[in-house]
T-cell receptor, first 115, second 117 residues
Framework: QKEVEQDPGPLSVPEGAIVSLNCTYS??????FMWYRQYSRKGPELLMY????GNKEDGRFTAQVDKSSKYISLFIRDSQPSDSATYLC???????????????FGTGTRLTIIP | GAVVSQHPSRVICKSGTSVKIECRSL??????MFWYRQFPKQSLMLMAT?????????EQGVEKDKFLINHASLTLSTLTVTSAHPEDSSFYIC?????????????FGPGTRLTVT
């Protein structure tokens, strides 16, 4: 069983729709949860991070973490064609010291917003 | 956000030759750099972690003699693929983090597409 599971999609939604992206994980030591956006043939870009359980909102993006269910979500409101990309979840346990903060990534979900 | 560059963006080499990929942090000191490999439609696979001035720590299954990593300064890390073979063809991405950033903040380079013929 992979430590982090993410539906690879692809997921296609019409412009303006609400998008829900999800990951599940098995390692209860994970405390930090990140979402990255990766455009084709580019490196990932950090979108949001969340510590422990709860919600975090940044513009059209909302990240949710439910540690009891080991389930995290990213919601995109009023989706735009420019949101078309692959979205990767990533997570980490608290490192023992700086320089030891390994991230474990999901496989990524390919999202297409249809104009 | 912080900026990380990679060079070259793509490289084609013949089987048996060595290829060096550079990763630079442009506006912060990268205490730690990470090297990943990504196959099509797959996730990022961590290959190794390097701290400036120290030997890299390789993930299980990654051949340290084949993938040589040097992190000689706070702004530069290099990955050398030695005696490359077609199965080494992949997308290689570096990321960097620094003590002046949040520890969870890894900034990624744009990646290097390696094709071994």
């Amino acid at each position: 069983q992979k430590e982090v599971e993410q539906d690879p999609g692809p997921l296609s939604v019409p412009e303006g729709a609400i998008v829900s992206l999800n990951c599940t994980y098995s390692n209860s030591a994970f405390q930090y949860f990140m979402w990255y956006r990766q455009y084709s043939r580019k490196g990932p870009e950090l979108l949001m991070y969340t510590y422990s359980s709860g919600n975090k909102e940044d513009g059209r993006f909302t990240a949710q973490v439910d540690k009891s269910s080991k389930y995290i979500s990213l919601f995109i409101r009023d989706s735009q064609p420019s949101d078309s990309a692959t979205y990767l979840c990533a997570m980490s346990a608290i490192p023992s010291n700086f320089g030891n903060e390994k991230l474990t990534f999901g496989t990524g979900t390919r999202l297409t917003i249809i104009p | 956000g912080a900026v990380v560059s990679q060079h070259p963006s793509r490289v084609i080499c013949k089987s048996g030759t060595s290829v060096k990929i550079e990763c630079r942090s442009l506006d912060f000191q990268a205490t730690t750099m990470f090297w990943y490999r990504q196959f099509p439609k797959q996730s990022l696979m961590l290959m190794a972690t390097s701290n400036e001035g120290s030997k890299a720590t390789y993930e299980q299954g990654v051949e340290k003699d084949k993938f040589l990593i040097n992190h000689a300064s706070l702004t530069l890390s290099t990955l050398t693929v030695t005696s490359a073979h077609p199965e080494d063809s992949s997308f290689y991405i570096c990321s960097a983090s620094g003590s002046e950033l949040g520890w969870y903040e890894q900034y990624f380079g744009p990646g290097t597409r390696l094709t071994v013929t």
